[in-house]
């Protein structure tokens, strides 16, 4: 176990203008579990593979338990990874792969095997040792690609995206026998997803990747609730955190005639930065569909700020429910998505009243799209 | 309420229709079994007369109308041909072939990895090369081969035959292993460097095993063009280094009748060892074409 730390690791793959990984600076705790999310071609697997030593470092340096690793070999680094595809050995049954890099490293076959046996013990695998690859599930292959990891001991575990082969029910097992496993073993693990419902369930820390910049690193809870810019904070939620560019009159921005005022310190920062507009943020949970007769957009007696909109969409997922509408904004109208009690949910073309609980509303500068106020 | 249906009368047009479509698939399957049986038996009958006429007498092999299915066997064409230089031709043919296995092998496995794994300047120029010159005849090359292997003094020796017979196997051999590692994903071969494997250990301990059935695959072919080839056997070697093919072709003199009987009982010597080396690894060769054609 030990800490990983990136310092202003930088990777160009040749031909490419801009790097796929630029300037990361990163620590990863020693026993962290660290998931690094992105969209596509965000440079989260490439972030992975350097640490690896898959890919080249072309500048900075990368520490693997204070142990500078930059230049050296993947057998050199103590690290176990689990690829996407699992890349099991198709000639070896279960048993050799697991034991694969432990006669690597020479182990004695009766310390070898007992290790083995653990791991499988662990993992649910002992009926299948003797298969081959093939002959397994892909959640067996998962846990075999995992089982290959463990029985390592290694420094840290990097993982590459392990779930996404998998179904969606299995994939919200594994995610949970993943957690489960980092916790009870404490091993450094560094976790690549592009899915943030898993980095947020997962991760101790996340940390969001775009165009090879590393966007903000927090805990899932600080990435919500207080996202450093616009690409973050609509990357982090599902669904995506409502985002719209709104006139600003130096306490409030408007949405159509109904002022929503600004939480102060971002209304003051905002003002002293001069802008007229802004990019305001409402998670679908801070807007609430309000019981009650419709009224045009109008601020309520106790000062919340209500919309008068048509729902366009209804989603219900069982559990939640999510309702699409517009809202009238100038001769236009603005999409936004707010959560519905799924029991009593509205028809589509319906008007209804959607209150904006304003102290959960987030602040962006539309020119930089950095977060305004705290 | 279910309908009633007369008794042997299929009431249902639905299925009587794919009752119909079965039936005229059946047709045509066995219309094609017929045609495949017909071809099969036009392409057996050579190598059915090549072995009961290697086993006839004399006067059954001369008889009119020709004996398809003869009566009495002898072994005497087999001891005659077998006395008249078999041998040393079988070993020349023997040690061409495998050193023209065993060379191509090499050299085609380290090629192929080069060009399915490595990104490098011309690339794409060097596999378009090796296609173009795979598609120059074989005979075509024979005179400047020929010529360049004078000045260099091998001439009428094995090496000669060797070299020769490499250098036509290499763009097939590099083409179709290079199809078998690319087969083989990458991330198998990095899971084994962050296994604790070099490079090279990597390769013998994962990339081979994985890769071994097409290089059987590819064997068969370097072979069987080193077992066959008669043009360049010809002009390369002497009298003394002469391989199966050239041996056989000396049955036919001008001089005298030709002797039916020892030169069928000469090919089916010739041929014997071809199918023997097939046998052995025809499971692994199915094996490597199948890696090879799907991907997996």
Redesign the interface.
């Known amino acids: 176990m030990a800490t990983v730390e990136y310092q202003h690791a930088t990777c160009v793959y040749p031909g490419m203008a801009s790097p796929a990984v630029d300037d990361l600076d990163l620590r990863i705790e020693d026993g962290e579990l660290m998931v690094l999310v992105g969209p596509s071609g965000s440079g989260k697997s490439t972030a992975l593979r350097m640490l690896a030593g898959l890919e080249v470092v072309h500048s900075g340096e990368i520490t693997i338990g204070g142990r500078v690793v930059t230049s050296a070999a993947p057998k050199a680094r103590d690290i176990a990874m689990v690829f996407q595809s699992y890349a099991l050995y198709p000639h070896l049954t279960v048993a050799e792969n697991m034991a694969f890099p432990l006669k690597q490293k020479r182990v004695p076959a009766p310390e070898r095997q007992q290790r083995v046996l653990e791991a499988a013990r662990l993992l649910e695998l002992e009926p299948y040792l003797d298969r081959r690859p093939r002959q397994l599930s892909g959640g067996q292959r998962q846990r075999v690609a995992r089982g290959r990891a463990i029985v390592r001991q290694p420094q840290a575990f990097l993982m590459d995206e392990p779930l996404s082969n998998l179904d969606a029910k299995l994939r919200v097992q594994t995610r949970a026998e993943i957690a489960g496993l980092q916790q009870r073993l404490g091993v450094t693990t560094i976790y690549v997803t592009h899915d943030q419902v898993e980095a947020m369930t997962l991760g101790h820390r996340v940390a969001v990747l775009k165009d090879g910049r590393l966007q903000q690193c927090d805990t899932p809870r600080n990435l919500y609730e207080h996202p450093r810019n616009v690409f973050v904070a609509g990357f982090v939620g599902s669904p995506a955190m409502n985002l719209d560019r709104l006139p600003f009159d130096g306490t409030a921005a408007c949405i159509g005639d109904t002022p929503i005022p600004l939480p102060g310190a971002a209304a003051a920062a905002a003002r002293q930065a001069g802008l007229s507009e802004v990019v305001l943020g409402l998670r679908p949970d801070s807007l609430t569909l309000a019981a009650g007769a419709v009224v045009p957009n109008a601020t309520s007696p106790n000062g919340t700020p209500s919309l008068s909109c048509r729902v366009h969409l209804v989603e219900d997922t069982g559990s939640d429910a999510w309702v699409h509408l517009d809202a009238a904004q100038g001769p236009s109208t603005l999409r936004l998505v707010a959560r519905a009690d799924a029991r009593r949910l509205p028809g589509v073309g319906d008007q209804v009243r959607v209150s904006v609980a304003v102290s959960d509303a987030h602040v962006f500068d539309p020119g930089s799209g950095e977060r305004l106020g705290d | 309420m279910s309908a009633i249906v007369p008794v042997g009368v299929n009431a249902d047009p639905v299925n009587r229709t794919a009752t119909r479509w079965g039936r005229g698939r059946r047709r045509t399957s066995r219309a094609a079994s017929i045609a495949a049986i017909a071809i099969a038996l036009v392409w057996l009958f050579p190598v059915y007369w090549m072995i009961i006429s290697a086993f006839k007498n004399e006067v059954d092999l001369e008889t009119t109308p020709p004996q398809f299915f003869p009566t009495r066997f002898t072994l005497s064409e087999f001891t005659s041909a077998f006395h008249d230089g078999f041998l040393s031709a079988l070993w020349v043919s023997i040690l061409v072939s495998l050193t023209v296995v065993a060379f191509s092998m090499v050299l085609a496995l380290f090629a192929s990895l080069a060009v399915a794994r490595f990104?490098f300047r011309g690339r794409a120029f060097l596999l378009v090369l090796l296609l173009v010159f795979q598609m120059v005849p074989f005979e075509a090359l024979l005179i400047p081969i020929f010529i360049e292997l004078n000045k260099a003094g091998l001439v009428f020796t094995i090496p000669a035959l060797i070299i020769a017979y490499i250098a036509p196997t290499l763009p097939f051999t590099i083409w179709t292993l290079r199809g078998f590692v690319a087969g083989v994903?990458t991330?198998?071969e990095?899971?084994?460097?962050?296994?604790?494997?070099?490079r090279t250990?990597a390769f013998w301990k994962?990339l081979f095993?994985?890769i071994a059935p097409g290089l059987v695959a590819t064997s068969i072919f370097a072979y069987i063009l080193a077992w066959n080839e008669f043009a360049y056997a010809n002009v390369l070697t002497n009298n003394a280094d002469a391989t199966l093919p050239v041996w056989l072709e000396a049955f036919i003199n001008p001089s005298r009748p030709i002797p039916w009987g020892e030169l069928m009982a000469g090919s089916v010597l010739f041929t014997i060892p071809v199918m023997v080396f097939f046998l052995i690894i025809q499971r692994r060769l199915s094996a490597g074409m199948t890696a090879g054609a799907v991907k997996g």
Not at chain 2, 190 to 198: F, V
């Open positions: 990104r994903p991330e198998i990095e899971a084994a460097w962050t296994d604790g494997c070099s250990a994962v095993p994985l």
